[in-house]
């Protein structure tokens, strides 16, 4: 009776003492589980949130030089077409008062040509109203 009521009280132990051992590593393992589950949903969200924010840094950036560069691009194509429009203009004006002043040198010489051809035609008419 006595061996019996032992062993019966040792049999309890070992169960409770398994149950228990049982139910909290399968609480641990629970609470682990989560703790690793929130801190991956954590970092990927930080991750994503980073992400992000460095994209939309990039794209900010990038469209900041986008427009600068535009902006410089219009610029120079502006500059270089007032540049293109005068430089036209000037060699337009350097030719035009080039060839003027060739013809006021020119002038003599022309007046010249002129009154030659202009004595002969008198010179041909007179002797043609004598014949």
Do not use: D, W
């Amino acid at each position: 009776m006595v061996h019996a009521r032992i062993l019966k009280t040792t049999t309890t132990t070992t169960t409770t003492t398994t149950t228990t051992y049982y139910y909290y590593y399968y609480y641990y393992y629970y609470y682990y589980y989560y703790y690793y589950y929130y801190y991956y949903y954590y970092y990927y969200y930080y991750y994503y949130y980073y992400y992000y924010y460095y994209y939309y840094y990039y794209y900010y950036y990038y469209y900041y030089y986008y427009y600068y560069y535009y902006y410089y691009y219009y610029y120079y194509y502006y500059y270089y077409y007032y540049y293109y429009y005068y430089y036209y203009y000037y060699y337009y004006y350097y030719y035009y008062y080039l060839l003027l002043l060739l013809l006021l040198l020119l002038l003599p010489l022309l007046q010249g040509v002129f009154s030659t051809v202009c004595a002969s035609e008198k010179r041909r008419n007179s002797q043609s109203k004598r014949t």
